[in-house]
């Protein structure tokens, strides 16, 4: 498998996700700006993709694919597909009895998460009801999580990448055709996420029939937890629930803070976290999966030369990308803003304060796609713990910088301690391997970084220079000859970048890899 050509094609895939969801963001921007009503909506989605990070796509895949992998390697297809089995029937049964619980307890959940919005209780009923509704999407989404673990496996990246593009699309839709219709109009965005999540599992299906990996679910649970691949996947997951858990306890914290902040911060702080996710998803989470199963096999196999080298591949493809895109992002934050959001309800304040934390963000933008590099090193071995205790020192660590933060540059503040902390864990997955004698870094690492810092610092000048010499909030009567602007100081930017590692001895057929 060529996994340059396999990157090429999930990051593509992932670009029209993304791509559908900044207009997603932008018409939502438009339709609803940033206050108490779009708060509540950011606080009411957090708590149920909260649980997705920790029953589905965080703690479940980082458990779940080394050890299938290890199943349709070592055992076969039969073997796996009893696996895949019982996996499924006790993780949709363990979210659905999760769902229930929410459902039920939404008003406690939210108040305990922001109960800033107890200030407005309009908006805090109304993110108790869109809680409550989409509740149930933690249930969906585990089901595409284990789809896409086995997809990933059998090298079937590509329906795993484009499945978020449905919940854009239902998103889309429903802030064009619905929310109009509706007397309170934010609640079409948490019907779409219902919608969005049985789209997102009815497009699974056919692919796990292509390749007869279709789970069949058990009406008794009790079926599932018998096996004993099943209770050593539940076993991986309770250290990977703690790792996950500890990030996204520090989210809630900093959703909570933000909730006693200026109204509006919010939502702020979660356009800017769009944004920062579009190189994120990109680059980290592409890259994260076709390295996991790659290096599981390459564990399975005891290939440890293969193992070192696909890890030194994918580091030198993080700072090769990461880097310009963190620098990007930081000179052009208030051109990205007013471009894709400052239209509608979304006024200037609200643009220049959503500028501000994704500035804070870019700082930390390395480490937050190199921890998605770095992390699969220690799943594909089957060692969760080592994450784990990391993740719980970088949680201390970034609250201790929201302590020192907040005070001085407000919602920014929350944006950079979580960089600075992805900065943190990285640095300490890092040393691990390297203690360990998992990775041997190949030879060239000093002069790649001379190389890298001289191009993005010719292609951040020109983005500063560029971003400068317009004003982009006045342009918000000229939105096509804003964007037009904007595409032609990103390609400009792109282009003096990639000129200036070509002209330094760079070419593409050197980050060319097959994996074995």
């Not at 694919?65 to 199943?71: Q, R, S, T, W």
């Amino acid at each position: 498998m060529n996994l340059l050509k396999t990157l090429a094609a999930i990051s593509s895939m992932t670009m029209l996700s993304r791509v559908t969801g900044l207009l997603r963001e932008s018409l939502f921007a438009r339709a609803f700006g940033a206050g108490a009503y779009t708060d509540a909506f950011v606080v009411a989605f957090r708590i149920p993709n909260l649980l997705r990070r920790l029953f589905a796509e965080g703690a479940f895949s980082q458990a779940f694919v080394p050890i299938l992998a290890e199943y349709k390697n070592q055992h076969g297809q039969e073997a796996s597909k009893e696996l895949a089995d019982h996996v499924a029937t006790t993780l949709v049964w363990a979210t659905v009895l999760v769902s229930a619980i929410g459902i039920i307890g939404a008003p406690l959940f939210v108040y305990l998460i922001a109960t800033g919005l107890r200030a407005t209780p309009e908006a805090f009923d109304a993110s108790v009801w869109m809680t409550r509704l989409m509740f149930p999407y933690i249930a969906f989404m585990s089901f595409v999580a284990l789809a896409g673990g086995i997809l990933n496996t059998w090298r079937q990246f590509k329906i795993p990448a484009v499945t978020p593009v449905l919940l854009n699309l239902s998103f889309i839709a429903a802030s064009l055709f619905l929310a109009p219709y509706l007397k309170q109009p934010i609640y079409a965005m948490a019907i779409a996420v219902f919608v969005g999540g049985i789209l997102q599992v009815a497009i699974q299906v056919p692919a796990l029939i292509r390749i007869g990996m279709l789970p069949r679910l058990y009406l008794n649970p009790l079926v599932g937890l018998r096996d004993g691949g099943v209770r050593r996947v539940l076993k991986k997951m309770g250290p990977a629930v703690f790792a996950v858990s500890a990030a996204q306890i520090s989210l809630m914290i900093n959703t909570s803070i933000a909730s006693r902040l200026a109204e509006g911060s919010i939502s702020w702080l979660s356009y800017a976290d769009r944004l920062m996710e579009f190189p994120t998803a990109m680059l980290g989470v592409a890259l994260g999966t076709i390295l996991l199963p790659s290096l599981a096999k390459a564990n399975a196999d005891a290939d440890h030369e293969e193992y070192s080298d696909l890890l030194d591949w994918g580091l030198r493809l993080t700072f090769l990308l990461a880097l310009p895109a963190a620098v990007g992002m930081a000179a052009l934050a208030v051109p990205l803003i007013s471009t894709l959001f400052h239209y509608g309800k979304f006024t200037a304040e609200a643009a220049t304060m959503s500028a501000q934390p994704l500035v804070a963000y870019s700082a930390g933008l390395i480490g937050i796609i190199l921890v998605k590099t770095l992390a699969p090193a220690f799943y594909a071995k089957q060692d969760i713990r080592t994450p784990v205790k990391i993740a719980v020192g970088v949680l201390i660590a970034t609250q201790l910088m929201n302590l020192l933060f907040v005070p001085y540059i407000a919602v920014a503040g929350l944006a950079l301690s979580i960089g600075l902390g992805a900065c943190i864990n990285a640095a300490f997955l890092y040393r691990g391997l390297r203690q360990r004698g998992v990775y041997q870094p190949k030879a060239g690492w000093g002069k790649f970084y001379l190389k890298l810092l001289v191009a993005v610092g010719l292609m951040g000048a020109a983005a500063w220079f560029g971003a400068a010499k317009v004003d982009w909030l006045a342009m918000g009567h000229h939105p096509f000859l804003r964007a037009g602007t904007l595409f032609l100081i990103i390609t400009i930017c792109a282009a003096i970048y990639f000129l200036a590692l070509y002209a330094m001895g760079f070419r593409f057929r050197d980050f060319k890899r097959r994996a074995k």
